[in-house]
């Protein structure tokens, strides 16, 4: 018994040094960092309590940047989550040219993201992107339109990158999951006098439900954490209408020098986060007693 | 099972102390980080440098290329990480913001090398703190460019003639000062086929978070007399009534003049030359910059060559060039290889080198020393870039009106703050007063 303990320390021991290192020491380190006055350019470094949080939560940058992340995660969640779907589906049926199909859908989740946006960048210019001179020339519009630099349309811009490029992993999920669901099913319900409706509700959506949800909460997370897209396309301008709460972060820690601002926002994002997960969690749980019941 | 737990530890720290003997024995080498730009010469010159280098010296030059907006955070995050480099390449006077963590090593010795004399005045400034310690090297500047398009300007009726003043400096008296570019963007700016919607536009000023919009801001906000830190008070200050007036220019020309075009908000680094020199898509008479457009027109457009002019930066009340944060300079960190760093900085001194690195940078670079500038390459250039390097003499340190720099002010220059005035006066509309207490509270907010 003691010999079985020992060993199974050998194995437990590097695990729980390498998330303390990698892991646990960051959080604490943030959280303290986020409790002092420290400023990048600055080496005398002092307590100050809770007052950075008190400062930032009066600071309408962090409310725009808090409302912008909501519209991110959510919308840019279920819209990855819907194309995905969609192109699961398509795929999930024999087609000539399905391989070559999936292969071409999947190409965002495999191009770099520096590369997926400054193409984007490219395509969303003014006066010399492919995307204004196709509604110029299909005379949608009457003058280009500022996507990146209009208050307007700036998110808007953005989250359409960020979905363009987040879509395969949906598909690739889901469509795994549509292979998993037996066909027998399918053909029992064929039997009975099922339409192809009826099947997708009542046996495709039940059978993957599981991944549904793991895949939509773990697109919200993603999302809300997401980074690169909005840096490399706007470092959260005009104004700050494209800013999330990383972004913004990171705005504070490494371009203004302010590690203690960094820091507190951090931890109000992960704060964030785990309410909305709380609250996920709750919603999905209703759901499931409404299922059972 | 047990064995093998106290092996790997051992093996561990040999590899662990291994390293660290290595890294401490590494005398041969030093690593170097500099600005990454797309132009294939500069790269070039590098590449030259390292290879003389250590063919002189026995020293390997590891060169780690840093995009120019990463660089800042990338220096700070190292700093804080207790590891950086042993000589950095930079811009806009980091070496300052960087003085009071200990980091770096004075560089008056090598200045005085050289000789105070020699440098541009407001260059060697911006790297001098208010203790008189210079904190970086300059290297090399960038000249100061006002492209204009002359078909344009004189199919509307502007004289574009060159004239010498009296000290023997290039001018465009027709667009001398910024009064004088306000009244002939407003002649250029119109509607050329007719179809309701303006499609040639006065001034292109770029909006990007770069380097160059930090320098056309800071340049009028100094040219009208404006300042950023206040030296009696001791405070970074933004709130001069000549910084008023100035800020109030720029919300202007966005709004109430509308000759600038609105989408400039969205323009990147290279985009306000694209808008002056692509031959079919461009749609600004004037665009300010940090180097010389002409090399790149020989190269690609050759007929946009004889199209396109360069003048001196408008004047206000003074004719300030506040740019002399664009100037590239070479910083020294407290590492194990000083005296190796120390030889690196005196090379890079050379004047030969210096000429042939601005000569293949292509108008990206200029001299930041007389000596420099006067050496008989110079005089074989276009009389344009001449004219635009000779213009480094206007340069003023960020610290105008008193001499050197603060840290303040070098993190100030770093804080994207000066550029975001332009998306409150372009995007938001906000009139001067609104974007100077914001630009304000957002400055005291990095000190607080």
């Given at each position: 018994m003691l010999l079985y303990k020992k060993k199974y320390l050998y194995f437990t021991v590097p695990v729980f040094v390498f998330l303390g290192l990698m892991i646990i020491f960051p959080i604490v380190y943030t959280i303290f960092v986020s409790l002092e006055r420290s400023r990048?350019?600055?080496p005398e470094r002092y307590f100050v309590g809770f007052d950075n949080y008190r400062k930032l939560l009066v600071n309408p940058r962090l409310w725009q940047a808090f409302k912008n992340s909501l519209v991110y995660a959510f919308l840019g969640a279920f819209a990855k989550f819907w194309l995905g779907f969609g192109f699961a589906l398509l795929l999930n049926r024999s087609f000539k040219g399905r391989s070559l199909a999936r292969s071409l859908l999947f190409l965002p989740w495999v191009i770099p993201v520096v590369a997926w946006c400054t193409t984007w960048r490219w395509m969303y210019?003014?006066?010399?992107?492919i995307i204004n001179r196709l509604l110029l020339l299909l005379g949608l519009v009457r003058e280009p339109l500022n996507f990146l630099g209009a208050r307007s349309l700036a998110l808007p811009s953005v989250l359409l990158v960020g979905i363009t490029e987040g879509y395969p992993f949906f598909m690739v999920t889901l469509l795994a999951a549509l292979q998993a669901v037996p066909d027998t099913l399918y053909e029992a319900a064929s039997i009975d006098g099922a339409s192809g409706w009826q099947q997708f509700i009542n046996i495709t959506i039940p059978s993957i439900s599981g991944v549904i949800k793991i895949s939509l909460v773990l697109g919200i997370i993603w999302s809300w954490n997401s980074f690169p897209v909005v840096w490399l396309l706007t470092k959260g301008g005009p104004s700050d209408a494209t800013h999330l709460l990383v972004t913004l972060s990171y705005e504070y820690a490494f371009?203004?020098?302010r590690y203690d601002y960094g820091a507190s926002l951090s931890v109000i994002t992960v704060l964030f986060l785990i309410l909305l997960f709380l609250l996920l969690r709750r919603l999905q749980r209703g759901g499931d007693v409404g299922e059972e019941g | 099972m047990k064995r093998q737990m106290i092996l790997g530890i051992v093996m561990l720290c040999v590899l662990s102390v291994g390293s660290l003997l290595a890294r401490a024995e590494d005398k041969t080498s030093l690593e170097l980080w500099l600005i990454s730009t797309p132009i294939e010469g500069i790269t070039e010159f590098f590449e030259e440098v390292s290879q003389r280098f250590e063919a002189d010296k026995g020293c390997k030059i590891d060169i780690v290329w840093v995009a120019r907006e990463d660089m800042y955070n990338k220096l700070l995050t190292s700093v804080a990480a207790g590891v950086f480099p042993d000589i950095v390449i930079d811009i806009l006077g980091q070496g300052i913001a960087l003085s009071?963590?200990?980091v770096l090593v004075p560089v008056n010795d090598l200045v005085k090398e050289v000789g105070e004399?020699?440098?541009f005045k407001g260059i060697l400034e911006m790297q001098r703190d208010p203790d008189g310690n210079y904190w970086a090297l300059p290297i090399f500047s960038h000249p100061a460019c006002f492209h204009f398009r002359k078909d344009w300007l004189q199919e509307a009726g502007v004289d574009t003639k060159y004239e010498q003043d009296s000290e023997g400096n290039w001018h465009v008296?027709?667009?001398?000062?910024w009064s004088d570019v306000l009244a002939v963007a407003q002649k250029v700016t119109?509607?050329?086929?007719?179809?309701?919607?303006?499609?040639?536009?006065g001034l292109g000023l770029q909006y990007a978070r770069t380097g160059d919009t930090f320098g056309w801001v800071s340049h009028l906000i100094y040219s009208f007399?404006?300042?950023?830190?206040d030296y009696k008070e001791k405070r970074v200050a933004f709130d001069s009534p000549e910084t008023l007036e100035a800020v109030q220019l720029i919300s202007d020309l966005y709004n109430?003049?509308?000759?600038?075009?609105?989408?400039?908000?969205?323009?990147?680094?290279f985009e306000n030359n694209l808008y002056i020199q692509?031959?079919?898509q461009a749609k600004v008479a004037m665009v300010i910059n940090s180097y010389s457009i002409v090399p790149w027109c020989q190269k690609n457009?050759?007929?946009?060559v004889s199209k396109i002019g360069t003048a001196p930066y408008p004047k206000a009340r003074y004719r300030f060039r506040?740019?002399?944060?664009q100037a590239e300079a070479l910083l020294i960190f407290k590492t194990d290889k000083l005296n190796l760093s120390k030889q690196f900085a005196r090379f890079m001194m050379d004047k030969d080198l210096q000429v042939k690195g601005i000569k293949l940078s292509g108008g990206y670079w200029s001299p930041c020393r007389s000596d420099v500038l006067a050496d008989p390459y110079f005089e074989q250039i276009p009389m344009e870039m001449r004219m635009a390097m000779e213009n480094d003499k206007y340069l003023v340190s960020l610290g105008w009106p008193t001499s050197g720099m603060t840290p303040e002010l070098a993190e100030v220059a770093n804080s994207y703050i000066l550029q975001d005035i332009t998306t409150r006066a372009a995007?938001?509309?906000?009139d001067a007063k609104s974007i100077v207490q914001e630009a304000t509270r957002l400055i005291e907010e990095i000190f607080e």
């Open positions: 990048a350019t600055d210019s003014t006066h010399l992107g371009i203004r020098g | 009071r963590r200990g004399d020699r440098f008296w027709a667009i001398d000062s119109k509607d050329t086929n007719g179809d309701g919607q303006i499609d040639r536009w007399g404006g300042y950023i830190y109430k003049y509308q000759v600038v075009p609105p989408d400039v908000t969205a323009w990147g680094e692509h031959p079919e457009a050759p007929e946009m506040v740019e002399a944060g995007v938001d509309k906000w």
